[in-house]
Nanobody, 118 residues
């Protein structure tokens, strides 16, 4: 399984951005797609997840500003970032998790840099 992210950029505070993550390979039809981020000198943290059935979970700092969505036909997940703040600066990673039998598998993208600065 390979995850390919795109869309990271430098944006001004208050700006918007869309991140995309395409998945390639053998992925179970029932899976959870997610976005995580790692700010400078901090640990990786959850941003948002979405199941195949479109149940979502958001981290408190991004609720109301970020939106996760997915296109199952394209095996792609998106993250719309709005009203961005300097503290959103981080490397953003996409993730896919699913079960193969009793084994839970997790795959990660290479990361895409998002910088919020004036």
């Amino acid at each position: 399984v390979q995850l390919v992210e795109s869309g990271g950029d430098l944006v001004q505070p208050g700006g918007s951005l869309r991140l995309s993550c395409a998945a390639f390979g053998r992925i179970a039809s029932s899976n959870t797609r997610g976005w995580y981020r790692q700010p400078p000198e901090k640990q990786r943290e959850l941003v948002a997840t979405m199941t195949t059935g479109c149940s979502t979970n958001y981290a408190d700092p991004v609720k109301g500003r970020f939106t996760i969505s997915r296109d199952n036909a394209k095996n792609t997940v998106y993250l719309d970032l709005n009203s961005m703040k300097p503290e959103d600066t981080a490397v953003y990673y996409c993730n896919v998790a699913f079960y193969r039998g009793i084994l839970k598998l997790n795959y990660w993208g290479q990361g895409t840099q998002v910088t919020v600065s004036s």
